[in-house]
Every structure is written in C-alpha cells, then in structure tokens.
C-alpha cells in the first residue's frame, strides 16, 4: 500500500513514520520546497511503550504519487485549499486529519467531493529544539475517521440532546464575529507561534 502524506509537520511526521515503520507502508511525504525538510524524521513517543522510530531516508516530493492508494492530510484548512490543485493530481481518497470548524468541513467537499474522509486524531505531537518529534498516543482514544455526510444535523442532534434551544443553536452558527475570532486565534497560532498540534499552550 503506497499512502501519501501531505505535511511533514509533527503530525504528519507521527502518522507516516508509525506507517512506514510498524506497518510497512510505503509513504511518501507531500511538501512544500520552500520549506526545511526534516531528515532524518526522529519520533519518540512520551507514553506507552516509550519506543524510539528513525526514518533515516524519508520520501518527498512536492507532488501527489500517481500510484498513491490515500492521501492523509496534516495541515492547516487554509493550506489544504491552497493544495487543491495538487490533490486534484490523484483520485486516491484523501484522510483530513485536521481539526474543522463547521464552516471548514461544510466548504471542503464542495472542492474534492466524495473522495473527502474527515477525521480525527487521536495524535498530541510537537517537534523539540533537536528536531525530534515527540507523541503522544492514548490507547483509550483512537483516530476516527468519519463517513461523509452533512455535518449540522449531527451537531443537531448532539446539542437537543442536551437541552440547547433550536434559536440559541442557530444563532450560534450564524455568529459571523465569534466565526471571525476563532479563525482569527487560529491564524495566530500557526503563523506567530507556529503551533503543529494540539492540545498547545503558549506561555
């Protein structure tokens, strides 16, 4: 199985190193030249069994394999719009392993259709001063990854369940400021602090 990973982030170095070394996949990380390609990619889980993994000669490439079976995405929602063209270079379903906001994952399909998997990790990752990655993998919590569908009756459901009234739920979904301020947060978080994970704490 050949999975193409887009982003060699934290996130994405944890998923595809996990691949290519518990799993034998062949991986290939999908990047931008621009940027500083860590290699060796280092990983050292901080839970569990502690164990070490070392890709000494990661694959990348700035392009989508045309042999690539699926694509996993570790990057920002901004950046993933901005990859649509390359994305488009491959039928291969595409993994979002990214957090979304509902007006993110409402917009997203309209771009790459049904072969879009929301997901989401269970992965807490950061890369340290030596460029090492370090992870965390709760065993209690697993990578889910969602069939497509609407997401607003899901939420629906979630908040009538927990006596939230139609008008205050609605309302909340058409807050175009609290919108505004959350992308907002987020836009300084992975630009000014060049946060790659989360759970992430700035002090």
């Given at each position: ?89 491959s039928a291969a379903p595409i993994v979002v392993l990214t957090p979304l906001l509902p007006v993110d ?40 990854v969602e069939e497509p569908r609407p997401l607003l009756p899901v939420i629906d459901t979630f908040v ?26 987020r836009k300084t978080a992975v630009e000014q602090y060049k946060v790659t994970g989360t759970p992430a704490?700035?002090?």
């Amino acid at each position: 199985m050949h999975v193409a990973v887009v982003g060699a982030g934290a996130l994405g170095s944890v998923y595809g190193g996990r691949l290519a070394a518990r799993a034998a996949v062949d991986v290939t990380f999908v990047v931008r030249t621009e940027r500083p390609l860590p290699s060796p990619i280092v990983l050292e889980r901080v839970d569990g069994d502690r164990a070490l993994i070392r890709l000494d000669e990661p694959r990348f490439s700035t392009r989508i394999p045309k042999d690539a079976d699926l694509i996993l995405t570790c990057v920002s929602v901004n950046d993933l719009t901005a990859l649509e063209p390359v994305l488009d270079d491959s039928a291969a379903p595409i993994v979002v392993l990214t957090p979304l906001l509902p007006v993110d994952r409402d917009a997203l399909p309209k771009a790459f259709g049904k072969r879009l998997f929301p997901a989401m990790p269970s992965v807490t990752a950061y890369r340290d001063d030596r460029g090492h990655v370090r992870y965390w993998l709760p065993r209690a919590a697993q990578t889910l990854v969602e069939e497509p569908r609407p997401l607003l009756p899901v939420i629906d459901t979630f908040v009538r369940a927990r006596g939230i009234p139609e008008a205050k739920f609605k309302a909340c979904l058409t807050d175009a400021n609290q919108r505004s301020q959350l992308e907002t947060i987020r836009k300084t978080a992975v630009e000014q602090y060049k946060v790659t994970g989360t759970p992430a704490f700035v002090l």
